[in-house]
């Protein structure tokens, strides 16, 4: 299934008009439709590959005065922390293809989760190391918005005992909210 997904965003990708511009669009949607609340905490992600990009939606809520936070990798089987990061701020590489701020850590009450694919349902499919599952997981009451180009949506995915429900899905087209 993560090939198809795969396969899919890279179609998608080549189709459309590419991640920033599609990210653009995205975080249009979710400034209008779908916003942090005032005080939020939001951990984003930078994209790696042709994950669609966040940075448009993160300038801008820095720019409305938003902490923003970006994860770090940890040790496979444990959840994901957050440093606080700044557009422009120096990041460290790390395993994956991913990068870490160098900020203080914080807890976020927002976050916008990468995905491979998702379903109406709220379900994500994920890169298969289950960090975000478990980080969600031990996150009560926070909020968490999955971004994604609306290609990568599914009819079904497999749901197992630990994946964890998104409140939405953001995509270049809208918002999403789960179906029953």
């Known amino acids: 299934m993560r090939e198809i997904a795969l396969a899919a965003r890279a179609a998608s990708v080549r189709a459309g008009p590419g991640p920033t511009a599609c990210g653009a669009a ?3 949607h979710v400034l209008r439709a779908c916003p942090p609340p005032l005080g939020a905490v939001v951990s984003g992600f930078l994209p790696i ?5 966040v940075r448009p939606l993160l300038t801008a809520l820095h720019e409305r005065g938003h902490p ?13 922390t957050f440093r606080h990061w700044r557009p422009g701020d120096p990041l460290v590489a790390e395993k994956f293809g991913t990068q870490r ?7 976020p009450t927002f976050l916008l989760v990468p995905l491979l694919a998702f ?36 009819d079904a995915l ?14 270049e087209l809208g918002i999403m909210r789960p179906t029953a």
């Open 26 to 28: 995205l975080a249009a």
């Open 49 to 53: 590959g042709d994950e669609i990009d």
């Open 68 to 80: 923003l936070v970006l994860p770090v990798t940890p040790k496979r089987g444990n959840p994901l």
């Open 101 to 107: 701020p160098v900020g203080e850590e914080m807890v």
């Open 119 to 154: 379903d109406r349902g709220g379900y994500r499919l994920g890169y298969g190391a289950g960090y975000y599952d478990r980080t969600l997981a031990g996150l009560h009451g926070h909020f968490a918005l999955g971004c994604s180009y609306a290609a990568q949506c599914v």
């Open 158 to 171: 497999p749901i197992g005992p630990y994946d964890v429900r998104l409140d939405a899905v953001a995509t």
